[in-house]
């Protein structure tokens, strides 16, 4: 059962401005990444449903968070079918992301309260995610369907719209300015930030100060 309820997890998510986006077969890894980007300032994490066994994973992960990083807030992505959906919101997901749009998806979440945020490539799909209850919609693969500027031409007709940005996102001054600039709610961000390197050597500090820049980077952006 989520820790936190859907209105927490949307100001967090929305507040901070950025959701790290992992996966690793290895829970210890896990709970390092996690545990580093806590210390960094972040307070919503995605982990994703990638690899065998990745519930087993996040189920280990999720209740050693709850002690450990008791502000972190834990959602799973990748998720394309209710069923799976409806697994991970029992093993403790707080959020709900996918690639896609599926409206059974948004069904399951919705029962339990739970913030489902679709993957979006046109601004119909972004319509019709909303019309489902889906309050913070995701624009994927973003740096393919146009950029910052696809976000921007977009919210001119519909302000009223909570985007979150993933692919094409870099932990970097000028490409988080120009997304936070475009009206983006929050940006999603996965290799850029975990570079193989970094975790292949276990340097967890450098983790720690990638994602303290990059929220930095944010709120500068954001005046």
Do not use: H
Not at 14 to 42: H, L, R, S, W
Not at 64 to 93: H, K
Not at 100 to 112: E, H, I
Not at 118 to 129: Q, R, T
């Amino acid at each position: 059962m989520a820790r936190f309820n859907k209105i927490q997890v949307l100001q967090t998510i929305c507040t901070t401005g950025m959701v790290p986006v992992f996966y690793n077969k290895d829970a210890e890894i896990t709970k390092q990444v996690v545990k580093a980007c806590y210390e960094g300032g972040v307070r919503a994490f995605e982990f994703t449903n990638r690899g065998d066994f990745a519930q087993e994973v996040f189920s280990e992960v999720c209740k050693w968070a709850a002690r450990e990083c008791p502000e972190m807030i834990l959602g799973v992505g990748s998720i394309v079918d209710p069923a799976t959906a409806a697994l991970y919101i029992q093993l403790g997901a707080n959020f709900v992301v996918g690639p896609l749009f599926n409206p059974d998806v948004a069904k399951v979440c919705n029962r339990r309260c739970i913030p489902y945020t679709p993957g979006c490539g046109s601004v119909s799909e972004i319509g019709f995610a909303q019309e489902v209850g889906c309050d913070l919609c995701k624009v994927f693969p973003a740096g393919n369907v146009g950029g910052p500027s696809f976000v921007k031409n977009m919210k001119a007709p519909m302000p009223w719209s909570l985007i979150m940005v993933t692919g094409g996102v870099e932990p970097e001054r000028e490409n988080l300015q120009a997304w936070v600039k475009a009206g983006v709610a929050c940006v999603g961000m996965g290799s850029k930030l975990f570079p193989k390197e970094v975790i292949a050597a276990g340097d967890w500090a450098a983790i720690t100060k990638k994602s303290r820049e990059a929220l930095a980077y944010i709120a500068e952006a954001r005046g």
